[in-house]
Structure formats: structure tokens, C-alpha cells
């Protein structure tokens, strides 16, 4: 066993403690979807009913929504449900998907994740000393929202490496592929829709 094999079997503990949490977040944040709905409904119904509205109530399906956009990210990349080509990566060969996704997380994902970690944190500080308010009249504070930046992509970035390592691990043959015969969810509803008109 070389030294990069030794090295990556200690990493591959951690990866895992990393998955846990990014899933455990993943999980409960998704749950501000429907928070979001109800929020919006609510608001809806009663500028419909009353003819008046909150921007604080308007604001916050915004920042529900952005909790779940950031928070769930990380959990997304674990699951391996991110955006890509589908029908032009399943035509590569395994090798050369595993060795863009090395490139991709090493040169791209995570030198994004530091440039949006380095400059949310003073983002997100300049706006708490001032206790940013919204420039709408009776909206929320801005700093919380600003903060989420910094968590959502820390988060991503931990994943991303947590992915790395796993990914390389898999093209050394350390480990199964986590994803090996994996249907996307895009493509099972395609063969759920094709299955339904079948059987019409």
C-alpha cells in the first residue's frame, strides 16, 4: 500500500462523520420548503382578504428559501444530484467521469467555495456591527441572511473535499462507488412517465 492509499484509508473516517452531518442538516433544512409554502400562502390570503401586506412575511419566504438553496447544496453534492449533463456523462467511460469529478472538486468547486467563504466573512461582519436593517419599511434584519452565505458555502466546501477524497478513494479501489448503478432522479421519472404511458 503507498503513502496516498494510507493517507486516504485515515481521511475516509472522517468523510463519513462529514456525510452524517451534511444529511442530518440536509434533511431538516428541506423542511423550509413548506415552511416557505405556508408562509407565501398565508401572506397571499391575507393581502387578498385584508388589502394589506408585511414585508417582514415577504422577506422571510426569500430567506427561506435561501436556507434551503445553501444548506441543502452540501447535501445535494453527497447525493450526487447536482447539475450536469446527464446524457453526455453517462456516455464517458467510468474513468474519465471519476477524473473530471476529481478536476471539478480540486480546481473549480473548491477554490469557489474559499472565494465566497473569504469574502462572506467580512460581508457578513460589516453588516452585524451595523445591525443592517432592509431598506423596506418593516422588513428583517439583513445580517442573518448575510451569514447564511458564509455557513452555506463552508458547509459545500467541507462536502466537496469530503467528495474528493471519496472520489480518489474510488479510482484506487480502496472503496465501492458510492453511486455505481445510481439512476438519477431525472432519469427515473422519465422511465416512471414511459412506464405509465405503456401500460395505457
Not at 444530484?81 to 473530471?100: A, C, G, Q, S, Y
Not at 448575510?146 to 458547509?155: E, N, P, Q, S
Not at 479501489?173 to 412506464?195: F, M, N, R, W
Request: include cysteine.
Amino acid at each position: 500500500m503507498g503513502a496516498l492509499d494510507a493517507v486516504l484509508k485515515s481521511l475516509l473516517p472522517v468523510t463519513r462523520v462529514i456525510d452524517i452531518i451534511n444529511t442530518w442538516l440536509g434533511k431538516r433544512a428541506a423542511w423550509l420548503i413548506l415552511a416557505a409554502v405556508i408562509v407565501s400562502a398565508v401572506n397571499a390570503i391575507v393581502r387578498k382578504t385584508f388589502d394589506t401586506s408585511s414585508n417582514a412575511w415577504l422577506e422571510l419566504q426569500w430567506v427561506l428559501f435561501s436556507v434551503v438553496f445553501l444548506v441543502c447544496s452540501p447535501w445535494t453534492l453527497l447525493a450526487n444530484e447536482h447539475i450536469r449533463i446527464d446524457i453526455v456523462n453517462n456516455m464517458m467511460p467510468k474513468w474519465l467521469r471519476d477524473t473530471i469529478d476529481v478536476i471539478g472538486h480540486a480546481f473549480f468547486l473548491l477554490p469557489l467555495a474559499i472565494v465566497m467563504i473569504v469574502t462572506g466573512i467580512p460581508f457578513f461582519l460589516r453588516s452585524y456591527e451595523i445591525n443592517e436593517q432592509s431598506g423596506n419599511a418593516g422588513g428583517l434584519p439583513q445580517w442573518p441572511s448575510k451569514a447564511l452565505v458564509m455557513i452555506g458555502f463552508t458547509l459545500l466546501l467541507i462536502q466537496g473535499i469530503s467528495e474528493l477524497i471519496k472520489r480518489i478513494a474510488v479510482m484506487r479501489k480502496l472503496i465501492p462507488d458510492p453511486h455505481a448503478g445510481q439512476t438519477s432522479t431525472l432519469e427515473a421519472e422519465v422511465e416512471h412517465l414511459v412506464e405509465v404511458i405503456e401500460k395505457r
